[in-house]
Structures are given as structure tokens and as C-alpha cells.
């Protein structure tokens, strides 16, 4: 009765499964949009969604198609030239065909016997990423959803050792000792909020986080760094962890790492970094030296649904003593029992925050099979230029200001009226908010020294020079068309 609602071993199942398949496909394919955004706002989406989500008879899949034209038409186009805002990629088409085993076979990444190759195969993804990380024999890791979740990995364990090392205290046992109020954790003034967010979430409150100045380019500066641990020392303050960045959000900064790292090694706190957008450097002949320092990193934080063009989610968190997940491992007699380490059964639930996980791992290995190293080098190194390339025509505009030049593939400006009574804040809020609400192009916003800037992040190594001159201009020219009304409105 229920047979061909399943993929199994019969027939009927897999030619279901097929027309299923080929269906979401075909519908993908011939609806797909030509612009980067319908324009359509939160009230208007409202009315498209019914709230019947579970009818009384089901239909057949055919009749599923008018969903799937207003999810896909109503959707922010990531392939698109003018899709710019964030750092959200267009995934890969190998990847997605990965994507559709790995839905369909559906191994859960908590115990060997739920996932046995899939497990094999993470950890020899993880080993190889280790490598090339260059980290430390002993170092280890697991797929994360995301540099969030890595992030506050890092953090979790910088806590659990410090906790361990200076007072033999084992937070998983007893929570938190009465000293914990003391602990700070020091990262750029431009780090990612997650560090913030990891820093409530551990118990140890916002407060907790000590920002650290930076340079013209945003990046830390060590002699600031130096202060800032020797003023915490002199409070009887207990820095537990410094996070570098290798690659913000806005500009794509890279920390001096080797300074940081020889610096926090006099110290003594752990050092994470937060590589989630930069360290796809790795894989690049060109810029693989700005990462020089992340093999004396203690954890590692990398995305590869940014640089890598991976469907969400698809991330990794890095250890350079494997030995520090001890702190946070937990055994269940039906799913990892303590039995199986001495059987050598690995169960990857042991390493990890999640429970349930998706085997991730898979579209990352056929992404690399089917790119090569070469290839993969130059679509980031195109993304790179496409930054540049970008930079160079906001400079050469009278009405545009560069903000800082390109680090990696992100690129901070803002549109400057012509005349000092408009203000340039709302301006530029307002171009951001009209190129989306027409659908005409999806590009960021943020502010840089309280002043509101634009952003356009380059992750499409598909884009032509020709097509960011496109929306450079499209940017400016509506700047200036909006100039007269905004100045009527502010008389």
C-alpha cells in the first residue's frame, strides 16, 4: 500500500523515486528566474503560502508543481551577476547532484552502524583538511552546519581546557566554578557577533568579550592585542581565548596570524580562528601565504558554502589536539557505547555537538573529484579579481567612496550625494532597499565607522568584468536619481 512512497529494492519505489526526481528538475529548470529577486515583500509572500499544510487525501506529485513554481520564483536567484549581498554561493552542479544521494540514502553521522562508509570517508576528509591546514599530528575535526556552530565549538573547548588546566575543573560535570566571571575572551573589534553569541551561550555573557582595535585594512593589531592581554592581567582578568579572523564578514580582512599566535603563545590563552570565509586560501597557489600562522591555530573554523560553492550546509570545525574533544564526549548504551572504543568502532557523535547529521562530507569529496585542485585555485582566485576589478571602477566614480580596498572578494563603498543637505545615510539605505524591492539586484549593507556603506560580495567566479560595471552603475545612476527626491523630502 505504501511501496512507492519509499525508495527500497523494488522497482515501483526506484521508478517512483525517478519521476519524482526528474519532476523537481524539470520544474527547477523551466521556471527558473531571470532576475535576481522578484521584489515581492514579507506581506505579499504571506498570501502565496496557504495554511492547509496537511490536507486530508494526498496528490499526486504533478499537482505539487504550483508550490514549487512560487518557492522557485520567490526565491533570491544565488547564480544570478546581481545577486551580491552575502556571502551565499552559487552551489556547484556537481555538488547537487551529490546532494540528491545523500538525501536519498540518508545516513546519520552519530554511530558507525547508521553510516559505515560515510563515516570513513569524513574522517579521511578530516585528516586531509589537517593537512593541508598543516596543523599538528593528533589533530582532528568534524562537519559543522556552519562557522557559528564552529565558531562556538572553539570556544566551548578553549573554555573546558582552561577550566581543566588551571583549577582541574571539568565543566561537563559540574558546570561552571564560582572564577567564572573572570574569564574574557579577546577578538577584533570586527570580529564575527558569533564570537558574542558563543560567549552567552558558554555562560560567560557578552561582557566577557574584550574587543581589540584594528588597522586602516580592519585587521587586528598585534601592539593593541599586546595591551589588551597585559591590562587583563593587571585586573586579574583571565584571558581563556583569543579569536583571530582570516577573512571578516565586510571586508575580508585576514589578522596578522603568525604575530597573533606567537603573541597569544607568551600568553598562554588558546587561539582560535575563524577562517569560515578565508580559508578557502588554502586551495589557492596565489594567496595561500596571507594564512601563514593557522597551522599554530588551536581550533579552526572553515565554510564550503562560500568559497568552496557547496550547498548549505557544508563546514568544518578543526582541532589541533584532537585530544580536547574528551572534554564534551558523552556515551549512550544504543548508540555509542563505551564497549565500542575498545572494539575501535568509530562513532562520530563523540566529536561532535549534533546528535542526527547529514553526510556532508560526500558533496565535498566530489566537488574536489570533479573540479581538481587547479580549477578550484582559479575560481577563487576569479573571485578575487572580480573584487578588484569592482574596486577599481567605485574609485574612478565621482559620486561613489571606496571604504577600504578589497582583502579577498568583498568590496565596502557608499554612494556620496552631491549636495551635503542630502543625507548620505538614508541615501544609501534607500538604493539597497529600491534595487531589491524592483528586483533588480540583491546587494549588501553595512556601516564602517557609523557611516551606512554598500557591499558587494563576489562569490560567482562565473560573473564577467563587464557585468559588475553593470551594477557599479546601476548603483550609482539610481543614487543620482533618487538624489532630487530625497532633497525635496528633507526640505
Known amino acids: 500500500m505504501f511501496e512507492s512512497e519509499f525508495l527500497t529494492y523494488s522497482n515501483q519505489s526506484k521508478q517512483a523515486y525517478r519521476q519524482v526526481i526528474a519532476q523537481a528538475v524539470k520544474s527547477l529548470c523551466d521556471l527558473w528566474p531571470e532576475r535576481p529577486f522578484t521584489g515581492r515583500n514579507a506581506l505579499a509572500l504571506n498570501e502565496l503560502v496557504p495554511t492547509n499544510f496537511l ?85 582532528g575535526g568534524t562537519f559543522t552546519t556552519g562557522g557559528s556552530q564552529s565558531n562556538y565549538m572553539g570556544l566551548l573547548l578553549a573554555r573546558d581546557a582552561f577550566l581543566h588546566e588551571r583549577w582541574n575543573w571539568s565543566a561537563q560535570r559540574d558546570g561552571l566554578p564560582p572564577e567564572t566571571p573572570k574569564l574574557r575572551i579577546l577578538c577584533s573589534e570586527v570580529a564575527h557577533f558569533t564570537v ?192 578588484n576589478h569592482s574596486a577599481g571602477l567605485i574609485s574612478n566614480s565621482r559620486s561613489l567612496q571606496l571604504m577600504c580596498e578589497p582583502q579577498l572578494s568583498t568590496v565596502v563603498f557608499r554612494y556620496v550625494p552631491s549636495q551635503t543637505e542630502i543625507s548620505a545615510d538614508e541615501l544609501n539605505l534607500a538604493i539597497r532597499r529600491q534595487l531589491f524591492d524592483h528586483g533588480q539586484a540583491v546587494i549588501g549593507q553595512t556601516r564602517v565607522r557609523n557611516l551606512q556603506c554598500l557591499k558587494l560580495t563576489c562569490l560567482n567566479p562565473t560573473v564577467t568584468e563587464a557585468q559588475m560595471e553593470e551594477l557599479v552603475r546601476a548603483t550609482s545612476d539610481l543614487g543620482a536619481a533618487l538624489e532630487p527626491g530625497m532633497k525635496a523630502a528633507q526640505e
Open 55 to 139: 490536507p486530508e487525501d494526498g496528490s499526486p506529485i504533478e499537482d505539487m508543481v504550483p508550490i514549487l513554481r512560487d518557492v522557485i520564483a520567490n526565491s533570491v536567484v544565488v547564480s544570478h551577476p546581481a545577486t551580491a549581498a552575502h556571502l551565499h554561493c552559487p552551489p556547484l552542479v556537481a555538488s547537487l547532484a551529490a546532494e540528491v544521494v545523500i538525501s536519498a540514502l540518508n545516513q546519520s553521522m552519530d554511530s558507525f552502524d547508521q553510516a559505515p562508509i560515510a563515516t570513513v570517508v569524513e574522517q579521511k576528509i578530516i585528516a586531509w583538511l589537517c593537512s593541508e591546514a598543516r596543523l599538528p599530528a593528533g589533530s
Open 196 to 387: 558574542k553569541k558563543s560567549a552567552a551561550q558558554l555562560g560567560l555573557g557578552t561582557n566577557a568579550v574584550v574587543p581589540v582595535a584594528v588597522d586602516d585594512h580592519f585587521r587586528m593589531d598585534p601592539s593593541a592585542l599586546s595591551q589588551a592581554l597585559d591590562q587583563l592581567r593587571r585586573q586579574r582578568l583571565l584571558p581563556m581565548a583569543v579569536v583571530a579572523t582570516a577573512g571578516t564578514t565586510d571586508f575580508g580582512s585576514i589578522d596578522p596570524l603568525l604575530e597573533i599566535a606567537d603573541l597569544v603563545r607568551s600568553y598562554g590563552p588558546w587561539l582560535h580562528v575563524d577562517a569560515a570565509y578565508g580559508g578557502a586560501l588554502l586551495f589557492s597557489a596565489l594567496h595561500r601565504d596571507k594564512l601563514a600562522g593557522l597551522e599554530k591555530a588551536d581550533s579552526v573554523a572553515i565554510d564550503f558554502h562560500k568559497l568552496f560553492w557547496q550547498p548549505i550546509p557544508a563546514s568544518v570545525f578543526l582541532l589541533g589536539d584532537a585530544r580536547h574533544f574528551d572534554t564534551i564526549e558523552m556515551h549512550a548504551d544504543y548508540l555509542n557505547p563505551e564497549i565500542h572504543d575498545g572494539e575501535g568502532i568509530p562513532n562520530l557523535v563523540t566529536t561532535s555537538l549534533l546528535t542526527s547529521r547529514r553526510f556532508d562530507a560526500l558533496k565535498l569529496w566530489i566537488c574536489c573529484q570533479s573540479l581538481g585542485r587547479s580549477k578550484l585555485a582559479a575560481m577563487i582566485d576569479r573571485t578575487i579579481q572580480l573584487a
